[in-house]
């Protein structure tokens, strides 16, 4: 299984998207855009960080455990 980190995801999904810049979402999240970058290659968001970049991107960020008995954490 190849491993994609979140540096990758996001970059995909501002491709995917076309028209959010990551200026745009620095400015979402307060920080300028060096500072962004800098956030990208270490990939340490907080959820609720990865919940405003996908806010900015118009779609969603989902990351829980699902239990085989469908429970979710």
Do not use: C, H, W
């Amino acid at each position: 299984m190849i491993k994609t980190t979140i540096q990758q995801k996001i970059d995909m999904a501002l491709a995917y998207n076309g028209t959010v810049t990551k200026k745009d979402i620095a400015d979402k999240l307060g920080v300028t855009p060096s500072a962004f970058g800098q956030r990208l290659k270490t990939g340490k968001f907080t959820q609720s960080e990865l919940e405003t970049i996908a806010s900015v991107l118009d779609t969603e960020y989902i990351a829980v455990f699902k239990f085989k008995d469908g429970k979710e954490i």
